[in-house]
């Protein structure tokens, strides 16, 4: 699951106790300027470590991205906020995946004063957050960034690979190779489910949404009784069902 508010799920987290899990939840240090309706980030905290003890330390991640830079949030700004964050969640996660902010179409057209990250201003960034994260006991991984920060010690493999899964659910995994969701992405993913223009936290640097009007339409579609995020069955539709099969390996294995 990724998500920037797992609290609405923790009513139902019996229903998934039997199924292996993975979270990452993204917690920035933007403010209602850059995440309109994201929840108040005191509050995420909480509701991070209360996931954390229900699913474990191995089953959550905390992502700071995608990171910009402004005349507010500065590199010092950052800095100071990633430290603060990092200390509330010591104990509570061993992984936190950073990235820069992608300058995608929509993001352009919806956020048009927003610039890349230079090159120089990465490294700074990316060799402090690994001191601050090594400090709190947590590994730093880059998404979809390249080998940009691993000389200075990132993880640069992939934000979720099949190890993670092992770790996550404590068994090792016979799976197919597959090929990531994008050129640039190394992690281990069968599919990703979702639908554009739907997201009401209207981040601004978001690249799934584009535009307020957009998503607010979309959004009015949403029916509680109905199995699809947006809409509900019609006339024609043909169902395939996906074969299930566990990759779980279950044999023996001597250390």
């Given at each position: 699951?990724c ?6 799920m ?7 106790k ?8 993204s917690?920035?240090?933007y403010g209602?300027d ?10 995420l905290?909480k509701d ?11 089953s ?6 995608p ?16 430290e ?6 010591e104990?509570y996660?061993?992984?936190v995946?950073v990235?820069?902010v ?10 048009p ?14 060799k402090k957050?690994?001191?601050i ?6 590994v ?5 960034e390249g ?6 010690g990132?993880?640069c493999?992939g934000c979720?690979?099949l190890?993670?899964y ?20 190394a992690?281990?993913l069968?599919?990703d ?16 949404n ?23 069955y019609?006339?024609?539709d ?9 990759w ?8």
């Open positions: 699951f998500t920037k508010n797992p609290a609405p923790f009513p139902y987290m019996d229903l998934l039997d199924y292996g899990q993975y979270w990452f939840v917690l920035t240090s209602k850059i995440e309109p309706n994201v929840i108040d980030k005191h509050q905290i991070f470590q209360t996931l954390s003890t229900m699913v474990g330390i191995h959550i991640g905390w992502r700071y991205d990171i910009l830079i402004n005349e507010r949030y500065t590199v010092e700004y950052h800095l100071r906020a990633f603060k964050i990092a200390k509330e969640l104990g996660t061993k992984t995946v990235s820069f992608d300058l995608y179409s929509k993001v352009k057209r919806n956020f004063e927003c610039e890349e990250v230079p090159y120089e201003t990465r490294i700074v960034l990316g957050m690994i001191e994260a090594t400090r709190y006991g947590m730093v991984k880059s998404c979809a080998d940009l920060l691993e000389a200075y990132a993880d493999r979720m690979r190890e993670d092992e770790k996550a659910i404590g068994q090792k995994l016979q799976a197919p190779k597959i090929k990531g969701a994008r050129a640039e992405c992690c281990y069968s599919c489910i979702g639908v554009y223009n739907t997201c009401k936290h209207l981040c601004r640097y978001c690249y799934a584009a535009d307020r009007e957009k998503v607010l339409q979309t959004s009015l579609q949403h029916d509680p009784n109905s199995p699809f995020l947006i809409g509900n019609q006339e024609g043909i169902i395939h069902d996906v074969k299930q099969k566990s779980i390996d279950r044999q023996i294995q001597l250390l």
